[in-house]
């Protein structure tokens, strides 16, 4: 068995992992934090005047045309929630694997899912001709026949699909959260303080009835949360897979989807966690070099998968003789006798998400904090000009020769890909000041203490 | 205006009449509250008034806003407001007739039989009416010489009805000394009137007009002419004059013939673009479309071409040429003809051989294969008698274009097409003539010219500015312009008045010499204006001057009927009563034969040819100007039409814009690509043009479209394009718009062009199946690939009707009447260039157009695509909230009210055809312009998919009509508006269940395929393969249709 380094570096004592994690919460924020969030805000506000003029003239402003029906919305939408995948993952599934490192990150991990999520679920719904009747979508008695929705349609699926996972994960979280909650409120010097978070920990007392509820309860969360995790990106998946197109009628989409997710999904935790450890230096005792160096492995090994998928498609598309399908494939890459219009951005996607994680085969890159920082941000670029290129390079050029068009990238395209950041920010800063950053419930059984470190395993 | 305040007065009149009427509320003085009271102090009185303010008999609210009523009104409502909260839509109620008015049901359209005339060509039309007022130009079966077919402009015309830049009322320019500044006031009509007949009483009257083919109108012009002494002058761009000039120097006849492509087998043409704009091209595309059904006996085209021209597309062999080869292609079939074949009697001449001799080896030089002027020259002879060389056009405006008809005439003459083929007898009526304009351009500088009345026709565009007519005008003393807007030309006119349109007018047209159309008016005239006629006999009366009828009728219509009964019905008429023939021509529309022709060959004038001069060879860039089906020569109100300028050229699919068209190979040479500005240098003109690289073009021409660059057209049209009329040559005093050698060079800059396709080749794929004569007629059905199809689903089934359309390629020219027929049918959005940039057209049909073979030497193909009905249509299954469904009758149906707009639809669907509103498109359309939408279809709002529905509306009023007479359903009975607009009769509509159906039947010929077959989405339309009569074996460029199998 292999020998694991401590989880939790610094010889802490309960009292000390407490008092580091409830600091932030605890005290007024500084320069930097203050700095960050007004920019994040400044972004949300330009976001929210950006989704308004949106929905106030018509998707017109966006490069969205004929052929090219989605666009810059469906693609960060699947991009954000891809990113909201980690979190699950590491929440449930990794909890159920008793993958005891989990626990340092977990917390901010389904934070940024949660958050992730949000933002991702406003485009769809945006992103209608009429965002004003969405609530079509869903299948509700009404007086019109009654008029039910069309259950063969992927995007119903998609509907219940992300608003199961949202519902799910944002209940796993929240109740996650409830003993730390106590905790706060328990230290809480004033009164509104202590109310607050009295409310938010629903009556926790820390008995060991409460204790053994806790537990029930979160090991069915996460089994619940478990096939979700599969499922989301699956069903995200289906919009272009059941589909006719070139391109995206594939049966690769689900697992290629999935493994891209979480490939996003980490990325965008280490890129939060590498700013994390730089903006609460007292954090680096629980999120180690340990944790981002598995990480990082993981982040590698998916984007081998990604890879996999990739060229698996070109083989696919050979391999069925469809014209077509070929076609596209070949256009994508912009092989000579194909338009070739957008074969940047394949060249972008591959280049940033198989060739960069590469050097995370080398053990001092994977602990070095700015060489992971940078990958990441790659790896999230890489990973939204993967939906760019599976919802654009397959629409652009489909059957017929005639219907080719580009998409017509405009300012109000950027304005809503760069303000989708400054919602999700702006609720990340936030949650770092309000809520306990890291579970301190679930740190505490993962101390060394009673445990002989000399001998290795646990 | 003074209307107006009398109708206010009257309102306050009754007003105090009202308060008047209202009791009295009496004070009783017996029992008083206060000394205040009982005194009557005015002080008291006023608060005492004040006390009751509920009283409804009280008008107090000017006094005090926030009176008990009022503030609870103002509650109510703002309780309304604030719990309600969202604006409700404003309720818009539909309000019946008070009382019926005779001939109108509501929600039944009226027809009336007229006729279309755009300048060049007249058609017979229907108008369609919905409660009076016109909003669609339907095609007219019976119509002698169209027979039912329409072209782009004629489905646009009701718009220009409705153009909200139509003058009004007349108008008075009033203008500084040197007539360089001025300012427009309104004026009355008998203001007008009184002041022009004293100008016109003083002589030196000049009248201008376009080419008048409306004998009526012609009388009362002749009229007008013999009262006042005026000479009148017909000029247009497309004047045709050089085809009357030839006729008349080989045949010593004066006129435009009739030509009858339905009776040629074997076709030649130069430059003449008789599919596209030459003469009369909805009635030579319907001609043409009838040779070419028969595959047993099928015609064959051979074009040659120095633009890229939608009868060079149709051709069966094209050859590219510039346009100083027209003639050595003219002398080069001659010379294989007579001196080399030797062919009929003028092949003993020795002066034609001879002359045709001294042009040497005319073949030489053009790009192509020697064997193929034997090959033509042999199918001309082999076809002797029923074929036929045609050439004109603005493209063969050139320096030799006199030649080139005296020799295209000659060749007639060989080959026995005069008098067969060539009708002169029954000749085609235009008077229009540029030596004409020529004449009353010396008459200006010399100060001849006192009063000059212009007729609708734009000189102040369409003439260059190096013509001079702006400057030319300040000699006339008093010009005075009737047309519908304040153009370019009337902008300069003393008087301008407002035409009425040709909806809201009498009127009638010669189509061919002795068959007569009648043009009725729909709708009464929707402003204060009058007919150019009316307005003329308006003069004469009132001057006392010209023969009795012009001076006798009140109204045009009046004149009218008295000329048909006078001089048309005696002419063509059965005779009997002039009521019931009168009744009878409004019933069909027109009258006369055009068959029964019977002319003999005329002797051709050799010496006419003879005389010719050699030309010199021409060597570097020239210019060719070519007017489009679009906007003909654009001096018109057409330009003002949006449909017209969001139609795709049928070629380059270029819109909003013209452009220099040139070859591959030239814009290497230039170092430009598409977008590039270039300038064009010709004479002493300059011209920055973009650049638009159009396979199948002779290296040294740049091409460029007519029409363009308005600056006083209207709103919609004014700075669209470039107005190319400045490069106009005058030399020798004749008007050169092509063949003019041009320098050219890159300047940098990009200018963007709109395409709506841009991208050219079909990759391989099987879209547009096309054979050869040959190959279809050896291989059948085999020149189709078929795909071994199964599935595991049964399928829709279809119980009653399920509709189906057939689509022949073979037959469709790629004109696309039918794009703006369903534009105007269904209230499509127009959209603009900078939207049709971003991909954003909203036409419901469009045609596809290919390119096949190389680059030097494209061949074109057209494919009309529109909602092809899938029964697995692949959009009904991703839309998550049933906006689309399929009809028990195969239709595949859009809710617009359900859409929410998510767009899953169009990505699904492999024809792309579905378009979407990403704006508001239909609340930006101007009043009056509202009044063009068809009431049987609704618009739609921002962010819902609309497509074609298989005119959904047609098929309903077609079923309500049959299950009223109870009977069943005819075939054919109902036609989808792309159908009728066709002028080829390329589609076909109809119920596939009905094993009877001509559908039906089309659906399993051996030409049918479907688009994707393979992907058996099932679609119901099928095309049928295009077969090109080019003698060879096979298409040379046909690519082997890759996988999938």
Redesign the interface.
């Known amino acids: 068995m292999m020998k694991r380094n401590q989880l939790i570096l610094g010889d802490k004592t309960l009292k000390d992992i407490t008092d580091d994690i409830c600091q932030p919460v605890e005290t007024l924020p500084g320069k930097g934090w203050v700095g960050m969030f007004l920019g994040a805000k400044t972004l949300l506000l330009f976001y929210i005047f950006v989704l308004g003029m949106i929905v106030a003239n018509g998707m017109g402003l966006l490069g969205v045309n004929h052929p090219n029906g989605w666009g810059t919305m469906i693609i960060t939408f699947v991009f954000w929630i891809g990113i909201g995948h980690a979190g699950t993952l590491i929440s449930a599934i990794l909890f159920l694997f008793r993958q005891k490192w989990r626990t340092s990150v977990a917390r901010t991990a389904e934070a940024m899912t949660v958050f992730a999520v949000m933002t991702a679920g406003l485009f769809p719904l945006l992103h209608t001709g009429r965002p004003w009747l969405d609530f079509w979508l869903f299948p509700y008695p009404n007086q019109r026949g009654p008029l039910w929705v069309n259950f063969r349609s992927p995007l119903l699926w998609d509907v219940f699909a992300v608003s199961t996972y949202a519902t799910v994960s944002m209940v796993f979280w929240y109740v996650g959260l409830v003993p730390d909650f106590a905790t706060l409120k328990d230290r809480a010097k004033n009164k509104i303080r202590r109310m607050i978070y009295g409310i938010l920990s629903l009556g926790w007392r820390g008995t060991a009835r409460n204790w053994s509820h806790y537990e029930m309860v979160y090991l069915i969360l996460a089994g619940l949360s478990t096939p979700l995790v599969l499922s989301v990106h699956t069903i995200v998946s289906f919009d272009f897979a059941v589909s006719n197109l070139p391109g995206w009628h594939t049966t690769i989409f689900p697992p290629y989807f999935v493994a891209g997710a979480i490939f996003s999904g980490f990325a965008m935790v280490v890129t939060l966690m590498t700013l994390v450890r730089i903006g609460f230096p007292q954090f680096k005792d629980y999120i180690t070099l340990d944790h981002m160096e598995v990480m990082n492995k993981i982040i590698m090994t998916t984007g081998l998968m990604v890879g996999y998928a990739y060229a698996s498609e070109f083989f696919v598309a050979w391999y069925s003789g469809n014209p077509y399908e070929r076609y596209v494939f070949m256009n994508r890459a912009g092989i000579p006798g194909t338009s070739g219009d957008y074969a940047w951005s394949y060249w972008i996607m591959v280049t940033c998400n198989v060739i960069i994680p590469q050097i995370f085969w080398m053990k001092w890159a994977r602990r070095s904090i700015p060489v992971m920082f940078i990958v990441s941000i790659f790896v999230n670029i890489g990973m939204w000009f993967e939906r760019f290129v599976i919802t654009i390079t397959s629409l652009h050029n489909d059957f017929l020769p005639s219907n080719w068009g580009n998409y017509a990238w405009s300012f109000w395209d950027g304005a809503l890909l760069v303000g989708s950041f400054g919602m999700f920010l702006t609720l990340f800063l936030l949650y770092l000041r309000v809520f306990p950053a890291i579970s301190i419930a679930e740190i505490k059984p993962v101390l060394p203490v009673g445990r002989n470190d000399h001998k290795g395993g646990h | 205006m003074s209307e107006f305040h009398d109708h206010n007065h009257d309102h306050d009149e009754n007003l105090e009449a009202k308060k008047a009427a209202r009791p009295k509320i009496e004070h009783n003085n017996n029992y008083w509250l206060s000394i205040d009271q009982y005194m009557q102090d005015p002080e008291f009185q006023k608060t005492v008034d004040a006390e009751f303010m509920s009283s409804p008999l009280r008008e107090e609210e000017e006094k005090n806003p926030w009176a008990r009523r009022e503030f609870l009104k103002l509650m109510g409502a703002s309780l309304a407001l604030s719990t309600a909260s969202c604006i409700r839509r404003p309720v818009q109620k539909i309000v019946p007739y008070n009382k019926q008015p005779e001939e109108i049901t509501f929600g039944v359209p009226n027809y009336y039989t007229s006729t279309y005339f755009d300048g060049q060509e007249s058609i017979g039309v229907l108008v369609k009416t919905r409660e009076g007022r016109p909003i669609k130009l339907e095609s007219l079966v019976n119509a002698p010489l169209n027979e039912g077919g329409t072209n782009v402009r004629s489905q646009a015309h009701v718009l220009s009805l409705y153009d909200p830049d139509r003058l009004t009322a007349p108008k008075k320019n009033i203008f500084n000394e040197k007539r360089t500044n001025k300012d427009t006031i309104s004026i009355t009509w008998e203001n007008t009137d009184a002041a022009i007949v004293e100008e016109l009483k003083k002589g030196g009257v000049y009248f201008l007009t376009g080419n008048i083919v409306s004998p009526s109108s012609q009388a009362v012009v002749k009229d007008f002419a013999e009262g006042f002494k005026a000479t009148h002058v017909a000029w247009e761009v497309l004047a045709n004059e050089d085809i009357r000039k030839g006729q008349l120097a080989s045949y010593k006849t004066d006129v435009l013939p009739f030509y009858r492509f339905d009776k040629a087998k074997m076709v030649v043409s130069i430059d003449a673009d008789f599919l596209g704009t030459w003469v009369a091209p909805t009635v030579f595309t319907k001609q043409y479309s009838k040779t070419r059904k028969d595959f047993s006996n099928m015609s064959r085209v051979v074009a040659f071409d120095s633009n890229y021209s939608l009868t060079g597309a149709n051709a069966d062999i094209r050859v590219r040429i510039k346009p100083s080869q027209q003639l050595k292609v003219a002398v080069a079939i001659a010379q294989e003809l007579v001196v080399n074949q030797g062919r009929s009697s003028y092949a003993q001449n020795g002066e034609v051989k001879s002359w045709l001799s001294s042009f040497g080896k005319a073949a030489d030089g053009l790009n192509m294969e020697p064997a193929l002027v034997k090959e033509i020259a042999k199918d001309l002879w082999d076809n002797r008698g029923e074929s036929l060389i045609v050439a004109g056009g603005l493209k063969a405006q050139t320096e030799t274009a006199h030649a080139l008809h005296v020799v295209v005439n000659f060749l007639n003459s060989v080959l026995e097409n005069d008098g067969k083929t060539i009708q002169y007898k029954k000749s085609m009526k235009s008077s229009a003539t540029h030596s004409g304009m020529v004449a009353l351009l010396d008459a200006m500088k010399e100060k001849k010219v006192k009063t000059l009345v212009i007729h609708t026709v734009n000189p102040m565009f369409a003439l260059p500015a190096k013509a001079e007519f702006k400057e030319l005008l300040k000699n006339v003393e008093t010009v005075v312009y009737i047309g519908d807007r304040m153009n370019e030309t009337a902008h300069w006119a003393h008087y301008v008045l407002p035409e009425n349109h040709s909806m809201e007018t009498w009127s009638d047209a010669e189509l061919v010499s002795g068959v007569y159309s009648i043009q009725q008016p729909a709708i009464k005239p929707m402003y204060d204006t009058q007919s150019m006629e009316l307005t003329l006999m308006t003069w004469c009366f009132q001057a006392k001057v010209g023969p009795k009828r012009i001076q006798e009728f009140e109204t045009y219509y009046d004149y009218l009927r008295n000329f048909w009964k006078t001089d048309v019905f005696p002419k063509v008429g059965k005779g009997g009563n002039f009521e019931k023939s009168w009744q009878e021509l409004l019933q069909t529309g027109s009258v006369g034969d055009v068959n029964n022709s019977a002319d003999g060959a005329r002797s051709f004038a050799v010496s006419s040819m003879t005389e010719l001069k050699k030309p010199v060879d021409a060597q570097g860039w020239e210019l060719v100007l070519y007017s489009t089906s679009q906007l003909g020569d654009g001096a018109g109100s057409s330009a003002n039409i949006g449909w017209l300028h969001e139609l795709p050229d049928p070629i380059t699919k270029v819109v909003w814009d013209n452009y220099a068209s040139i070859s591959l190979a030239a814009a290497n040479k230039l170092k430009v690509k598409n977008n590039s500005v270039i300038e064009i240098t010709v004479g002493k003109d300059k011209m920055e043009l973009p650049v638009l690289v159009q396979p199948g073009l002779q290296d040294d021409v740049i091409a460029v479209a007519v029409g363009y660059g308005r600056t006083h057209v209207g709103a919609v049209g004014n700075g669209v394009g470039k107005n190319t009329y400045e490069l106009v040559q005058v030399q020798n005093g004749q008007m050169v718009f092509a063949g003019a050698k041009v320098e050219v060079k890159a300047t940098g800059a990009k200018y963007e062009l709109a395409q709506t ?9 099987q ?1 547009v199946v096309e054979a050869t004569l040959k190959e279809y007629q050896n291989k059948k059905d085999h020149i189709i690939h078929k795909h071994p199809i199964w599935s595991v689903w049964s399928g829709h089934q279809y119980n009653g009707h399920k509709w189906g359309m057939a689509i022949d390629l073979n037959s469709c020219t790629g004109c696309s009447a039918c794009m703006t027929a369903c534009q105007s049918e269904n209230n499509i959005a127009v959209v603009g260039k900078k ?1 049709v ?5 909203m036409h419901w049909i ?1 045609i ?3 390119y096949t073979g190389t680059p030097e030497d494209a061949s074109a193909v057209f ?1 009309p ?1 529109m909602c092809q009905h899938c029964d697995n249509a ?1 959009c009904e ?6 906006a689309t469904v399929h009809s028990s009758e195969g239709l595949n149906e859009m809710v617009y009210n ?7 639809c ?3 669907c ?3 055809v ?7 498109y239909t609340k930006k359309i101007p009043a009056p312009t509202n009044m063009a939408f068809n009431p049987d279809v609704t618009v739609r ?5 609309e497509k074609c529905t298989f005119c959904v509306q047609r098929i309903k009023e077609g079923k309500n009509k049959a299950k009223l007479e109870n009977r069943p359903l005819q075939d054919g009975e109902i036609k989808t508006a792309c159908q009728t607009s066709c002028p080829t009769n390329a589609i076909t509509f109809g119920d596939v269940n009905d094993p009877n159906s001509q559908v039906a039947k089309l659906f399993k010929a051996d030409r049918s395929y479907a ?2 077959e393979e ?1 058996h989405a099932a679609p119901a339309v099928r095309y049928m393969a295009k077969i090109k009569n080019n003698g060879k074996e096979q298409i040379a460029s046909a690519s082997a249709h ?4």
């Not at chain 2, 299954?877 to 049933?882: A, G, M, Q």
């Open positions: 396709q841009t991208h050219h080749s079909m990759q391989g794929r879209i939207y940039m971003q991909g954003r057209e469009r596809d157009r290919y494919q695509v692949p299954t991703v839309c998550p909230v049933l359900r859409c929410v707009g998510t767009r899953y169009s990505n699904n492999p024809y792309k579905r378009r979407f509103n990403w704006f508001n709002v921002r962010g819902v998919m688009l994707l992907w890759e996988g999938g199998h």
